[in-house]
């Protein structure tokens, strides 16, 4: 929901710097019905996934002991309840993380020890959507 408003605000903060009070006012006045409809799509759009989540009771209970976690949203329980078949597709712990890209692995050799890297095929929207979880609870 913010996401968009976000966006419009830092337009406005740079078109401050260079409009006159007219114009911002006149701008302002075009963003404002297009964040109220972009708002009103997104609460949609949330309200649809989370009818989806519950139409099963076994989804739901998954979701909310993911939801319970500190750092963990709606959005990031959701999508990786979707990305992991309802926490049934990865059964070590290991291969999720292999698979988001948080689990580093390196090339070895009799005699050739490798920097250990990510594979660059993880699924980086996921590993994304942990990352921001994470700073959500760490406070600085």
Sequence with gaps: MGRIKAHLTLANDYNKKIQNKGNLKKLYNIDKPIIKELDAAIDNIDAEML????????????????????????????????ATNN??????????GNYIGVVPFGKESERYSGRYRVSPIAYKSLKTLLHLGVISVVKP
Aim: net charge positive; hydrophobic share 50%.
């Design 51 to 82: 009818a989806l989540v519950k139409s099963s009771d076994e989804v739901y209970d998954n979701y909310k002991i993911a939801h319970s976690a500190p750092g963990v949203c709606k959005i990031i329980a959701i999508a990786f309840n979707c």
């Design 87 to 96: 926490f049934t597709k990865f059964v070590p712990a290991k291969a999720f």
